[in-house]
């Protein structure tokens, strides 16, 4: 009896057609590249306040912009609508609008183009039997993830429809750490289909105590730099190391537990991300000697070099009081870094082959 195609682990079965892991590992860091467009996509739409502009969600009929006169100022009553625009924008014409609203919309076309990206190829390699055993469960993973991300993306965007003037900087943080998470996966099952296909005895890495401990050290910097993002906490001073004359901000805890300024001050929260940063470079640097110790000299100088340009870019953008090119490579290298971190714990991770 015939098997029907399939992208289960347990149903991909050798046919004569072999598998493809490299084929695969390249369209892989190909969705991955997409990725990290989409992570700078979406910093400038912060950025320039473009978040909002969009007030609908609709993920098939969304993609086709507004063509005619009529269908612009329908948007833009709809935005008319919401607080951002009733408490900030009073006054804003058809032209500026039709400005912020370019960046949300490429925002979400890009969405839309990577589950296409992702979705069609892995049924055409599905079909053609061509996906590795064990590793069909992981893709799928990865695929229900990125539908996750529109809906957490749309649950962002709510949160600054009726009550805000912006979106819930918690909402943002979870928004960009899913993407950043899901650029990791796809990086990291890369790796393992191209040692595969290097070597057909080659085992998945695994995540050491290392990897995953450096992991968390950078998931904190990620989620307080989500925070400076959500909370326009990169305006508060435009100094460093100092922060307005001071090494700590005053008065930060004087109205406030420590629990909750941590969470919701813009000083404490700037504070945290630019020393905790420190913390992520000494971090990264046992990393980086970790993974060329392990015999894989490219990782270690991605690393070193996406912590280096991240660490001026990040002090550029503060001292720039956020210019808005300096904020988006700020990010650009952040998603890039993310992705090194991912390559570098994999290096350490590798396990030998199968006999």
């Known amino acids: 009896m015939a098997h029907s195609p399939s992208i289960a682990p347990d149903v991909v079965a050798p046919s004569a057609r072999p598998s493809r892991p490299a084929a695969i590992a390249t369209w892989l860091l190909a969705v991955a590249g997409l990725i990290v467009v989409m992570v700078v996509v979406g910093g400038i739409t912060r950025l320039t306040e473009s978040g909002l502009s969009i007030t609908e969600w609709k993920p098939l009929t969304g993609i086709v912009p507004p063509l005619k006169a009529e269908q612009w100022q329908a948007e833009f009553d709809n935005y008319k609508r919401i607080p951002e625009y009733q408490q900030l924008n009073q006054g804003m014409t058809l032209a500026g609008f039709q400005a912020i609203f370019f960046w949300e919309y490429l925002h ?70 899913t993407a950043l998470f899901i650029l990791a996966g796809l990086v990291w099952t890369a790796l ?86 420190w913390v ?52 650009l290298v952040g998603a890039l870094l993310v992705a090194s971190v991912a390559w570098g714990a994999h290096a350490i991770g590798r396990r030998p082959r199968r006999a």
């Open 192 to 277: 393992d289909l191209r040692d595969l296909a290097r070597d057909p005895g080659a085992r998945p890495a695994r995540l050491t105590g290392a990897g995953l401990l450096v992991g968390l050290v950078l998931f904190v910097q990620l989620v307080f730099g989500a925070f400076t993002a959500g909370l326009n906490a990169g305006l508060v001073t435009n100094e460093w190391p100092l922060m307005n004359g001071r090494f700590f901000p005053e008065g930060v805890l004087q109205h406030r537990s420590l629990g909750d300024a941590l969470l919701n001050d813009p000083f404490l929260i700037h504070f945290v991300h630019r020393w905790w940063a």
């Open 280 to 331: 992520t470079v000494a971090a990264l640097v046992v990393l980086a000697r970790l993974a060329r110790r392990a015999g894989d000299r490219r990782a270690s100088i991605a690393i070193h070099s996406a912590f280096g340009i991240q660490i001026l870019l990040g002090i550029a953008t503060v001292m720039t009081s956020v210019n808005i090119p300096l904020a988006a490579l700020h990010q």
């Open 108 to 177: 979400r076309l890009l969405g839309r183009l990577i589950g296409v990206a992702f979705a069609l190829p892995l049924l055409w390699f599905a079909v053609r039997r061509a996906i590795p055993r064990g590793y069909g469960w992981r893709l799928v993973a990865l695929l229900a993830l990125g539908g996750l991300q529109g809906a957490i993306g749309w649950w962002m965007v709510a949160s600054g429809l009726v009550e805000r003037t912006d979106v819930s900087h918690f909402r943002l943080a979870t928004h960009l750490l």
